[in-house]
T-cell receptor, first 115, second 113 residues
Framework: DAGVIQSPRHEVTEMGQEVTLRCKPI?????LFWYRQTMMRGLELLIY????????DSGMPEDRFSAKMPNASFSTLKIQPSEPRDSAVYFC?????????????FGSGTRLTVV | TQLLEQSPQFLSIQEGENLTVYCNSS?????LQWYRQEPGEGPVLLVT?????EVKKLKRLTFQFGDARKDSSLHITAAQPGDTGLYLC?????????????FGKGTKLSVKP
């Protein structure tokens, strides 16, 4: 298995533009997580899905952020409009099943810079 | 809000030295995981500890879960430059946090040759 695949690896965009981050989880994993990592705040959970259904989106900063998982092999995180404070590394992770002690497999992340 | 506190925040040592990093909480966890993250990459799972008092070894790395399942430690013997990275602990609290892991902020380790 190629692991969790994220794209793009790097994204530089202007303030106000729409940004879409993509993730392909490991086949057979039922849970998918979106995290944001910054030096100040560490890893922050934004949202997670079980069997393609959003379970907890309390970490989504505001209405500018949205996430979808239309099927078991694909998820997107969208920011519209983007702001400089959204600059961070965004990680997608998948797991066999949340809340059961299974480890997470992380992708390599998308480094987002909003100028 | 449950928190996992990791200490120290930063650690810079010479190759060959031993070190211990800590992960503490006031909450009980059903299991605890340790991850290592290298620059430009996502965290990678090193180990999961489940039983209070459990000790697991991974080559030069020794992981221990506290008897009360509230804390854990990671000891590295004879550190090497390849051990450099961010070490994260993450707790699973019986699904109390709606089923996701709670991550600490990590210990950033630098091992100099």
């Amino acid at each position: 298995d190629a692991g969790v695949i994220q794209s793009p690896r790097h994204e530089v965009t202007e303030m106000g533009q729409e940004v879409t981050l993509r993730c392909k989880p490991i086949s057979g994993h039922n849970s998918l997580f979106w995290y944001r990592q910054t030096m100040m705040r560490g890893l922050e959970l934004l949202i997670y899905f079980n069997n393609n259904v959003p379970i907890d989106d309390s970490g989504m900063p505001e209405d500018r952020f949205s996430a979808k998982m239309p099927n078991a092999s694909f998820s997107t995180l969208k920011i519209q409009p983007s702001e400089p404070r959204d600059s961070a590394v965004y990680f997608c992770a998948s797991s066999l099943s949340a809340g059961t002690g299974h480890g997470y497999t992380f992708g390599s992340g998308t480094r987002l810079t909003v100028v | 809000t449950q928190l996992l506190e990791q200490s120290p925040q930063f650690l810079s040592i010479q190759e060959g030295e031993n070190l211990t990093v800590y992960c503490n909480s006031s909450s009980v966890f059903s299991s605890l995981q340790w991850y290592r993250q290298e620059p430009g990459e996502g965290p990678v799972l090193l180990v999961t500890v489940v039983t209070g008092g459990e000790v697991k070894k991974l080559k030069r790395l020794t992981f221990q879960f506290g008897d009360a399942r509230k804390d854990s430690s990671l000891h590295i013997t004879a550190a090497q430059p390849g051990d450099t990275g961010l070490y994260l602990c993450a707790g699973d609290d019986y699904g109390g946090s709606q089923g996701n892991l709670i991550f600490g902020k990590g210990t950033k380790l630098s091992v100099k040759p």
